[in-house]
């Protein structure tokens, strides 16, 4: 077909290797050994790049007496000396499933968002069609109610003009021409276009401060969803409010998500907020406010998963919480959020797996500082003393007392020529 | 790739104790002592000069195990040390022997200072025996007694200083211009007898946990290496100032781990320094030789493991030849030395082969 590659599949970008302490990754493991030691592993006094954070430890305190407290330029939450890295090995296996979770969650909601901003299928699967075609199969029901739902916000919207606020901000994406509307709200509509793909993009960022300013025109937003989403022809439904049904592709990435969605809820550690609650109902209500931050949002927190499996980690794994420790606020949610039951048992599973582990390390470690063992232990008795007193060296200076006094030599001896007196005592003597 | 080495015809019978090859940069002479009561001299060269076999030139038998022997003044006078309390001094050429001093207990260690003409020996009775060469044949020249705090293990000796070693991991310097001071003073005042207590130059407590083994000190007359039973060696250096102290430093050398994951842990039994390169020899009851540049502390190569323990070694006088004492080791839960070969090993090491590689 001559199709063109669109970059890397799942599983290449799963086999990455990356590095544990600021969760980058790389072509190969060779430059990301390279990597550890040149921004990990470096000793700040010497410049000296160490292979392991254990090695630096050693350098630093033979070195340079002074005793190394944590690991350059790591995540905050990843900064401890109790695991030993090397390349890829030594990561405690529940923050590689996080990153396999992240890499994966990433790799989806990239798909999602090309396929919303190209309308093409995704990667090489027949299945790709649907998000297309599930809209057409939209409960008429369903759209008119969300039709005039729409209508009332937009007369709201007309009114109150809040969406002129979210205008500008905008201004700078580029989707799907808004000439497919039915009805372009006037003001609304550029706004609005720009919104979906963006929203795909970066569902985490939603929701926080700017929704309850927002609310009122949150279903408008929804709606240009559909243009952007579907090819030009879909253009009948596109001013219908309905935004949920077009929504469903964007969260695919939903079910990796699953065991730290819960998480997200209630409590939700500053850096990620409630990521996830947009996807239970619908998607949509929170959205819109948040757009001015989205460029500035990193990438990686876009899920809630990683940092607070990583939370976790250190607490099972390493013994103590980690600072910015959201511990309590998330066990919450696990107590009140249905999806709670699904995400502890997932926590268990992980907590257990990393005691095994810590517990499998410990004794491994104790066995090598042990294990020596001496030729010749006696602190006192020197070698050549002891085999002094075998029986076959035995010689008793008694017997030679009066004759070998200074001064009297007991006369030259040649080779062979041995005298009676100088052989070994008898020991009946 | 390894260096020409080959096997000294007619070996000792029993466990080497000592090998020494003679000071004499031209000379490829070399002494070795026995638990089989006899020091031997082989010259490296054959009557035409070649160095091949190398040959059994004399044998000097001794009422009991001859624990040490050095060279004296020139290469045809000796000085050996033995279990039966004596220090003697034998003439090559004409065989004869001359008890130079008793101890009360045997004789460990026999060392020659050429600079200031002075013969020490190192007793398990705790003493030092400092004689002039003219005792033993002049009555009027009574060794002096230094007591020590414990038991020599080791003596060393630079062209300025005597470094002793101890049980209790003690280790005492001396000032080998005070000492011939001391004892020419105590020879002309003989009436008090022959005790001298003398302040070492330096006291110091070994760098290495366990018991020193062996003592060798560095041609420059900077520092010394000691190494002990439990596979260590341990670099030092006079200059008592923080900054050379601060460059001392010990490393661990003939290990091997077993199948079971054990680490053995070998006893040093031998240290030598090359003359010239100022590098250093270690040899373990292991049976493997290694060397090592001090200063860059870098190993420079490691032989073959040989069969049986590394009793001593001895670089040549213009460090052309070591010399390896091959000997059953008397090792723990042993209550006889296990029956094994004796050997004398004598490698011819190629132009670089003892040379540091210089710093990283």
Partial sequence: ?429 | MSSNQFTVASPPTDAISALKFSPDPNSTRMVVSSWDKNVYLYDLRDENGAVGEGKLLQKFEHRAPVLDVCFGENENEIYTAGLDWDVRKIDLNTSEQTVMSSHEAGVRNVVYSREHNLIISGSWDSTLHVHRPDAGTNTQSIPSTIPLPSKPFSLSLTPTKLVVAMASRALHIYDLKALALLTAQADSDTADGNKVEIEPWQRRESSLKFMTRCVACMPDDAGYASSSIEGRVAVEWFDPSPESQARKYAFKCHRQTAEDGVDVVYPVNALAFHPIHGTFASGGGDGVVALWDGISKRRIRQYQKYPSSVAALGFSGNGKYLAIAISPGFEDGKDDVPEGVVKIIVKELGETEAKGKGAK
């Fill in chain 1, 1 to 429: 077909m001559g199709k063109k590659r669109r970059g890397p599949t799942l599983d290449e970008l799963m086999a990455r290797p990356w590095c544990y302490y600021c969760e980058r990754d790389f072509d190969d493991l060779k430059i990301l050994t390279l990597h550890q030691k040149a921004k990990h592993f470096k000793c700040e006094r010497c410049g000296r790049r160490l292979n392991t954070a254990g090695g630096l430890s050693v350098h630093m305190s033979q070195v340079h007496k002074e005793q190394l407290t944590e690991i350059e330029n790591a995540l905050p939450n990843r900064s401890g000396l109790d695991v030993e890295i090397f390349g890829m090995e030594g990561v405690p296996d529940d923050v590689l499933q996080a990153h396999q979770q992240r890499v994966a969650a990433q790799f989806h909601q990239a798909e999602a968002e090309r396929q919303a901003v190209t309308g093409n299928p995704p990667a090489g699967s027949g299945a790709g069609g649907q998000p297309n075609k599930k809209p057409k199969l939209e409960d008429f029901s369903d759209l008119k109610a969300r039709l005039a739902a729409h209508r009332a916000k937009r007369a709201e919207a007309a009114a109150g003009g809040s969406s002129g606020e979210a205008t500008p901000l905008g201004a700078g994406q580029t989707v799907s021409t808004p000439t497919t509307y039915g009805q372009p709200p006037a003001t609304a509509s550029p706004v609005h276009q720009q919104q979906p793909p963006v929203s795909l993009t970066y569902p985490p960022p939603y929701g926080g401060a700017a929704v309850p300013a927002t609310a009122p025109y949150q279903h408008q937003a929804a709606s240009p969803v559909y243009p952007s989403f579907s090819p030009p022809g879909a253009a009948p439904y596109a001013p219908s409010p309905v935004a949920a049904a077009p929504y469903a592709p964007a969260y695919s990435p939903q079910p990796y998500l699953q065991p730290a969605a819960p998480m997200g809820y209630g409590v939700t550690p500053p850096p990620f907020p409630q990521q996830h609650t947009p996807p239970t109902d619908t998607g949509l209500p929170p959205r819109p406010g948040s757009l001015p931050t989205l460029a500035g949002l990193p990438q990686r927190p876009a899920f809630a998963a990683p940092p607070i499996n990583a939370q976790q980690m250190q607490q099972m794994h390493m013994g103590h919480p980690a600072p910015p420790a959201p511990a309590p606020g998330y066990s919450n949610g696990n107590a009140t959020q249905t999806p709670g039951g699904v995400s502890s048992s997932v926590d268990d599973l992980i907590s257990s797996a990393a005691k095994e582990a810590a517990a499998a390390e410990k004794p491994a470690k104790k066995d090598k500082a042990k294990n020596t063992r001496m030729i010749y232990s006696d602190e006192n008795v020197s070698p050549e003393e002891k085999m002094a007193k075998l029986a076959r060296y035995a010689f008793s200076r008694q017997m030679f007392q009066q004759e070998t006094a200074l001064g009297e030599i007991p006369g030259s001896i040649v080779v062979g020529t041995i005298r009676d007196q100088d052989k070994v005592i008898d020991p009946a003597h």
